[in-house]
């Protein structure tokens, strides 16, 4: 009798056991199904700020586009721009993007 609740035990341990490594494979494929799309779209989002050109590059590269009342776009000239957060109003990524063109011009 002693012999079955020892040799049960055993059975129950390495079934936890196996269990533990089936449930612990599930979390992190979950995980991974979950948090990397959701860390891709922040790299994409990102690289489209880091990519844009300072207010003083995008200038000394467009001189043209410094006029006396302001910043005009490089593509069709216009000076109508307005100030975007990358991922929302208030973000501290700005993007400055030309309202006639859509053209991202320059990055804050
Ligand atoms: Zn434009």
């Given at each position: 009798?002693?012999?079955?609740?020892?040799?049960?035990?055993?059975?129950?341990?390495?079934?936890?056991?196996?269990l533990?490594?089936?449930f612990?494979?599930?979390?992190?494929?979950?995980?991974?199904k979950?948090?990397?799309?959701?860390?891709?779209?922040?790299?994409?989002?990102?690289?489209?700020?880091?990519?844009?050109?300072?207010?003083?590059?995008?200038?000394?590269?467009?001189e043209?586009?410094?006029t006396?009342?302001g910043?005009?776009?490089?593509?069709?000239?216009?000076?109508?721009i307005?100030?975007?957060?990358?991922?929302?109003?208030?973000?501290?990524?700005?993007?400055?993007?030309?309202?006639?063109?859509?053209?991202d011009l320059y990055?804050?």
């Amino acid at each position: 009798m002693e012999l079955v609740v020892v040799v049960g035990s055993f059975g129950l341990i390495f079934l936890m056991y196996a269990l533990r490594d089936l449930f612990f494979e599930m979390l992190f494929r979950l995980l991974f199904k979950l948090f990397f799309p959701i860390i891709r779209v922040i790299s994409r989002d990102y690289s489209r700020w880091d990519k844009l050109p300072s207010l003083a590059e995008y200038l000394a590269h467009h001189e043209e586009c410094k006029t006396n009342n302001g910043i005009s776009c490089a593509t069709c000239n216009s000076k109508s721009i307005k100030n975007w957060g990358l991922k929302g109003a208030n973000d501290a990524f700005r993007i400055f993007i030309c309202n006639h063109c859509d053209t991202d011009l320059y990055k804050k």
